[in-house]
């Protein structure tokens, strides 16, 4: 980017900590340093604990100007750039946050309110912090109205994905989708839930007419799913759709197992080579 655009975006950043210290409550006299890393880390960390809520069109404005930068600023990454490795299947290595696709894939926790742990590295975090303030108040409208429905204690059951816009993201949706937790001991219902994420992810691209989808590694991170099981199962899951829906194919471009890890990467290319 250009010297003036870096003068620009540091103006709106400088903004934007200044109106989230205020808006967030209790905040307002932490020190924010000049280091411009350090500003985007105090604004990530402000929008992380903010509760679902509007914010002043003015503010709005700023935020969503600074965040399409930020993604300019970071790579968007299209379908061109992501060869096929078979059957409309992809892998790519990297910040899910700069795909220009369809949909990505969120791994949500029940709630579906994204992280509130300031600066977590989980992808629920990432995806909330980049996609602006607006994410996490569709999220939680949705679920007011699943309460209003379905009670006050009502969480997002396992595998069912939840569509949303993604705001400032390149993607045009977001998909929520609660992965199986694994405690003590893998069991065969937790290994059957994975592969309904993919499987019900898949059939609300569908219903969507969302063509281009790239998945996360669901559970697998806090939710402690082993790496290399978990792959198994979710390329087992989107073959064995693929094969149960071959008059939808024409409907689907391109899924994409999104990975961020080397042992990831290895993992799927192993399993797709």
Known sequence: MSEKMDE???EELTFLVKK?????GGYEQINVPDDTEEKRRVLRAL???RRPKNLPDSVLEIQDEYLK???EEKGVVTLDEIP???DKISIYQGDITRLSVDAIVNAAN???LGCFVPLHNCIDNCIHSFAGVQLRLECARKMNKLRDKYGENYEQPTAIPMLTNAYNLPSKKVIHIVGPIVYRHLTKKSEEELANCYKNTLNMCLKNNIKSVAFCCISTGVFN???ELAAEIAVTAVNAWLQENPIHHENIDRIIFNVFKDEDLEIYEKLLG
């Open 110 to 112: 029940s709630q579906m």
């Open 84 to 86: 096929i490795i078979k």
């Open 8 to 10: 620009k975006m540091d």
């Open 47 to 49: 929008m992380n604990v």
């Open 225 to 227: 799913f082993p790496h």
């Open 69 to 71: 930068n930020r993604a």
């Open 20 to 24: 989230f210290k205020e808006d967030t």
